[in-house]
């Protein structure tokens, strides 16, 4: 899964860039319901919030740096997608939270922040199930557990828990909020959500690539 070595095609590309555009909505809708992000997401809003800089700017820079590993040892990693998904997600995020904001005003009774969360894992299980049926590149940070499971006799479910789980505790020793146990992968995260993943892409699949390559890859995601 190398820039140079993909087959883009209009029709993946298009999948693409509405996977990084649903999931920074579906982010912007946990942030937006008060009850947490996931790990990577809270720890990226609370840097923003200690260096003072938007968290458009601070996700970019952070993706910077996770990409430098993802350079030296996890280049078959990165395509297109990783470009977009770091240089545009945070922009989407902070955009779609202000359009809540201005349209809902604000959350803040446990029902109406519970039906919010819902709904941000619908949204958040589309677009994943987008920006992998693509198949264009792996964002820095999912890669960090792909790059761990590939030099480590640890299952990659065990090292996306360690990734995600660490930027927990450095969110919370850094002051910030809960995390919501979800993960932007199918294959870590909350079930519910690695559920509804799974069978939108078996779904997406097809209108990919065609009936052959969704069955194969039906079976590749259920071994997942």
């Not at 993706?63 to 998904?85: M, S």
């Not at 349209?103 to 992998?132: E, H, K, M, N, R």
Request: with cysteine; hydrophobic share 55%.
């Amino acid at each position: 899964m190398n820039l140079l070595g993909q087959k883009i095609t209009l029709r993946r590309i298009l999948g693409m860039i509405a996977g990084v555009v649903i999931i920074g909505i579906g982010i912007a809708v946990f942030k937006f319901s008060r009850l947490g992000n996931d790990s990577i997401s809270a720890l990226n809003l609370r840097l923003a919030e200690l260096v003072g800089l938007p968290f458009s700017i601070e996700n970019v820079l952070m993706n910077l740096c996770l990409f430098v590993p993802q350079l030296l040892w996890g280049r078959r990693y990165i395509g297109l997608g990783t470009i977009i998904n770091s240089f545009c997600i945070g922009f989407i995020v902070m955009f779609t939270g202000d359009a809540m904001t201005a349209v809902f005003g604000s959350a803040d009774t446990l029902p109406v922040q519970l039906l919010w969360v819902a709904v941000a894992v619908l949204v958040i299980a589309l677009g994943c199930s987008l920006y992998q049926t693509a198949d264009l590149g792996v964002a820095p940070y999912d890669a960090l557990s792909l790059m761990l499971a590939d030099r480590l006799p640890v299952p990659y479910f065990g090292c996306r828990v360690f990734t995600d789980a660490l930027c927990a505790l450095l969110c919370w020793l850094l002051g910030g909020g809960a995390c919501l146990p979800v993960g932007r992968t199918d294959r870590a995260g909350h079930p519910d959500l690695r559920l509804r993943v799974r069978t939108v892409r078996a779904i997406l699949y097809k209108a990919f690539f065609g009936e052959g390559a969704a069955v194969q890859a039906g079976e590749e995601i259920e071994a997942s």
